[in-house]
């Protein structure tokens, strides 16, 4: 079974990866920053976790606000740095934990947490900045991450009770994963901080203090307090250390404190923590137990015959290919695939076995591979097919047999208004 071998709280300033990539190590000013991580460091190399789950929040920069999520989970298999406009750091790309992850999501979702699930997202120094500090990276990380990313920039946004909650759920879930693995939790963010309005540089060295005394000792008390009390005691931007709070409720209820560092350099207090967990009393379910509960909702569908759910597993299996078949919702990628689409097929890396589906236009093999129907109806629009031909050949069928089944006889498709796209409504019948 999974087991929790602590959290650790760390801020996620990019004045940390600054210091590591410019080698302020032995400077006076930075050496600070360095001395606080190295326990935590020391730490990590000794517990070896084979995962972390990393809490964090992105700063506009993989995500955007065309749509933005309360809490939306890493399912995929691998995560690069992204540019946030200067280019990216050095650093190699971190390895995902899809098996973890995905029993995470299950596990959450029982719990009614409403998730959203990403994969193929560069990270920004939500991430990678306390990241590149925790881990050696070279020449590549020691293990994987499961990255959850938290909206708390577009309000409103969780309250404390609810990320607490949700750590506690999320304890559940990572503790019944049947898999012989160590998880260590990483909650990132503030401390105190402003870096917009005229109250930019606004900090608050007493209530760091208290916040850190309470994540230990009374973490309910956190949860009372509101969103707009957390702005004004540890500035606006400062009230992401909620995120903390979701690391501590994936702790028992006592934990012993091994380190705690502060240092405030600038605009951002750099703080770490690491905390262990001290052993309580025994689950109100157990592991089984849980794992029958996540599992619930779904449980039997396999069954249905002719029934290939999209869940996340299939999601990231045909990734690449779901993602080809959507970017044919753009004019010149649909020009280009009716063109000559093997170009396309080697710039997005579809295996052979991929490719030959979508030469095919092998509806079924797409569908038992792990397309998603509604994109292969989008590739039918292109090619001037209709739903009803889709429909028809993942049955085996004949367009003419399955017309049979259905109370009229009709045609249909998505496609707009290209020329020769609805060539086969001109070819039917008047009714």
Not at 265 to 287: C, F, K, W
Request: aromatic residues 10%; charged residues 25%.
């Amino acid at each position: 079974m999974a087991t929790i071998v602590g959290g650790i709280g760390s801020s996620h300033t990019p004045t940390i990866g600054f210091a590591l990539d410019t080698l302020k190590q032995k400077d006076p000013v930075w050496a600070p920053i360095f001395e606080g991580y190295r326990p935590v460091q020391q730490w990590l190399a000794e517990k070896r976790p084979d995962v972390l789950f990393f809490i964090f929040n992105d700063h506009v920069t993989s995500f955007f606000f065309d749509h933005y999520s309360h809490f939306a989970l890493g399912v995929g298999d691998r995560y690069s740095v992204a540019d946030e406009g200067g280019g990216p750091r050095n650093l190699p790309p971190v390895n995902g934990h899809s098996g973890l992850a995905r029993h995470v999501a299950h596990g959450l979702v029982a719990d009614e947490f409403d998730l959203s699930y990403f994969q193929a997202k560069a990270l920004d120094h939500g991430c990678f900045s306390p990241l590149s500090l925790l881990w050696p990276h070279e020449p590549a990380w020691p293990g994987a991450i499961v990255p959850l990313q938290v909206g708390v920039l577009e309000f409103p946004i969780p309250t404390a009770k609810r990320c607490f909650r949700l750590g506690r759920s999320l304890r559940r879930a990572i503790e019944s994963y049947p898999e012989d693995l160590q998880v260590a939790i990483v909650g990132t963010g503030g401390l105190s901080h402003q870096v917009h309005g005229e109250r930019a540089g606004f900090n608050n060295t007493p209530w760091d203090t208290e916040f850190l005394d309470l994540l230990e000792k009374d973490p309910v008390k956190l949860t009372e307090i509101t969103i707009a009390e957390y702005a004004a005691r540890g500035g606006f931007e400062g009230a992401e250390v909620i995120m903390w709070l979701i690391m501590r409720g994936a702790l028992t209820e006592q934990v012993k404190k091994v380190h705690q560092s502060y240092y405030m350099p600038s605009m951002t207090p750099i703080a770490t923590v690491i905390y262990e967990n001290i052993p309580d009393g025994p689950p109100r379910e157990s592991d089984m137990e849980i794992r029958a509960r996540i599992g619930h909702e779904l449980a039997g569908i396999e069954k249905l015959p002719g029934t290939y759910p999209f869940t996340l597993s299939r999601s990231v299996k045909a990734y690449r290919l779901n993602d080809f078949l959507h970017s044919l919702i753009q004019p010149e990628k649909r020009k280009r695939f009716l063109d000559d689409p093997e170009p396309m097929f080697a710039e997005i890396r579809l295996t052979e076995e991929e490719r030959g589906m979508v030469r095919r236009r092998d509806w079924r093999a797409l569908i038992q591979y792990g397309a998603i129907f509604f994109l292969l109806e989008k590739l039918g629009a292109v090619v001037g097919t209709t739903n009803l031909h889709i429909y028809a050949a993942m049955r085996g069928e004949s367009l003419e047999n399955f017309q049979k089944t259905r109370n009229a006889q009709v045609l249909y498709s998505v496609a707009g208004q290209e020329q020769g796209k609805k060539e086969w409504d001109k070819k039917q019948p008047a009714h």
